[in-house]
């Protein structure tokens, strides 16, 4: 078994939803090497998140940030952790909601991705600055 793994910075993105699909296959050429195996991105935040969904129509993606913003409201009094702003604590709590990885099957050294799916990084705060990934890939 191989396994492969690599560090990446993403440039900082306006809140919202992304597709990262592309920077993650070229972040790790060598998974071409991997028949049939793995591939983890794990974001190192706890005010970010990953998740995989429709990459063909932007339109979803502003509509997940529409559903997210309804869901978990800002400025609510209630919160008590508030220290770097009104999206601070929505920005957790809408990171832990959606998870801090994806796992996506490699096969014949490539991500498994159905048709229509990427990989989206969502980016929960109004200035969340740049976002590592952590990128692991593992098979034979």
């Not at 296959?25 to 591939?39: E, K, R, S, Y």
Request: with cysteine; net charge neutral; hydrophobic share 40%.
């Amino acid at each position: 078994m191989n396994i492969y793994q690599q560090v990446i910075a993403l440039p900082e993105k306006p809140r919202g939803f992304h597709l990262i699909t592309r920077e993650v296959v070229q972040a790790l050429p060598a998974m071409a090497n991997i028949t049939t195996g793995f591939c983890q991105v794990f974001i190192q935040h706890t005010s970010a998140s990953l998740t995989i969904n429709e990459n063909a129509d932007p339109t979803v993606r502003i509509d997940f940030e529409t559903f997210f913003n309804k869901t978990v409201r800002e400025n609510d009094p209630d919160y008590k952790h508030d220290y770097e702003g009104a999206d601070d604590m929505p920005a957790h709590l809408k990171a832990s909601v959606l998870g801090c990885s994806v796992m996506i099957p490699i096969r014949k050294g490539q991500l498994a991705l159905g048709t229509w799916q990427g990989i989206y990084l969502c980016e929960h705060r109004n200035q969340g600055g740049s976002r590592k990934l952590v990128i692991t890939a593992w098979g034979q």
